[in-house]
């Protein structure tokens, strides 16, 4: 295959984001063997059937083995385990790289288990749905979506230039980053609008039952969108949170705080106040849409 | 025309609600003759441009005189001194109706204002956009949408029907409720979404300027969700939380001891807590997909 950037790619955890990957790879033909490690077998079946990958396996050694590129689509929390059992196997010069959703861990976690002769790549693409699992995947998820990359300075530049170039060739706008700096602007853009939109519907759920079965019939306008976002998958949710808990915590912090401000603004009938607070966050909209993240 | 159901219908504000529903009405045939009563000229003059309505005016008292059937589709500030200024105008038996996010206060602020002989029957389509002014509207924008009345206990029942006949012509289900009752469910399916949208974005404008261009640009994943809901109207909302006040500080209380639990549990590293709140959320996106308002 002439497109091809990778002889043999293999992809750890066919889910939502690794099975979109792995489409992406193939459509676009940049890996000359695609591999799929699942460790459940009704996944596998199901990647066979849907024939999303060259090999499929559930054994890490015969997967992993003799790839020039390994990527994580696991947890974030698999991360040390999976590390470890991964680093006798890879092969001298073997990029490792995962697409998890936070970025310090992977520094901390991932890292120290890897040997020497492997390059460690980390990345996050900025994309994604409420769904789990291979069925839910589709190509076309990381096109016109950005990547951000986050390799320790030392990092082998070569490596990092294959895994951007993996990333250009699928759609998708790289950017490099220090993970620390990653952590805090993903805290706000996207952990702490999860946090809310679970802590908002839990709220609801709590509700005495006759304003509850309201509260999914009236649901239109505002509400509905929060189910949307509280409707992704609580694992990865809880391992973010634990793995990003100084920057969610900060932001947080700041959040409850202006919270207050507009509580407080309500309760003395302060309506300047919130109309001119209300006009700040609509400007915000305009850099959005023109940013084409809409 | 046959499906008129009214033979003169004013509607006052024709904004993105009151041009959706004189559009409706048109394309129904529900009215002999469409009103639209807007205070801002430019406004008239796209009214008339887009031929929204048989007659365009300013004038209170040309526009509401002789009808069946007043709308009032303004800020919900504007009612006490609306309902002064259209009181002396009305002839008798005219409904008098609105389409206000709050509905206590149209029983305090409206009510009164008008003369014994109108029908006052206040309505609330669950249906929007975040955008404004009459070229935001369109005649589609209310089907499939429930319309909720809450007419005061004793109000003339024939009045009730007629309303209710015109929502569901033009592809609403209309529930009736107490007002109370609606000012609570909106305050949680509603107000309190809108709350945490403009803060969580205020929150973002106010971060230091490196942190905040990041902030848009990788908004995709949450953040843009968010950015949509506070891009609404600031006098709308503005009134809406002046308006119903007490219903929104409640809930506001709920979710802050809530949205404290989480955050302890982040704090201490509790995953338990956190997997076991996450996945009683995200079984509620279940139910608002079952009842078709996903
Ligand atoms: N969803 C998003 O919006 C999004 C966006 C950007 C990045 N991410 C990141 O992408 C990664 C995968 O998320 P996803 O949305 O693709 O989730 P997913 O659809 O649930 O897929 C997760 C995959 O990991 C496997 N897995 C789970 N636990 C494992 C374990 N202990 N050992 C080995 N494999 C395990 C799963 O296999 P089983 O079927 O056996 O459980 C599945 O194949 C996460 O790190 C997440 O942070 C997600
Ligand atoms: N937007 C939604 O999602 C939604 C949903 C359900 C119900 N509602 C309710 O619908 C009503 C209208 O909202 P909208 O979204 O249609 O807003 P909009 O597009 O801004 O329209 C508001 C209309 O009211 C007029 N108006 C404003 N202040 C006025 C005043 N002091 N005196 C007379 N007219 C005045 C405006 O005229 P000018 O052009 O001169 O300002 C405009 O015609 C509100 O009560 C709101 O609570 C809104």
Redesign the interface.
Known sequence: MSNALFRRVAIIGFGLIGSSLGRAIKQHGLAGTLVAIDRDAPSRDEIALLKLADEVTGDLAAGVADADLVVLATPVSTYAELGRAIAPLLKPGCIVSDVGSVKQLVLEDLAPALPPHVHLVPGHP???T?RSGPGAGFASLFEG??C?LTPAPGTDRAAVAAVNALWHAIGSDVVEMDAE?HD???A????????????????????EED?KS???????????????????D??M??DI??NN?EA??E??Q???E??FA??RA??W?E?DF??E?????????R??IE?K??
Do not use: C, N
């Open positions: 900025i994309a994604g409420e979506r950005w951000i700096h805090k602007v993903l706000i853009t996207s952990h702490l609008p999860h946090l809310i939109a679970y802590t908002i519907v839990g709220t609801a759920v709590d509700l304003i309201e509260v999914v019939k009236f649901s239109a306008s505002g509400f509905r969108d929060f189910t949307r976002i509280a409707a992704s609580p694992t949710w809880r949170f634990l808990r969610v915590l932001m947080l700041r959040l409850t202006d919270l507009l509580q309500i309760r009938g309506g919130l109309f607070r209300f006009t700040r966050a609509r400007a915000i909209r850099s959005v940013a993240q809409a």
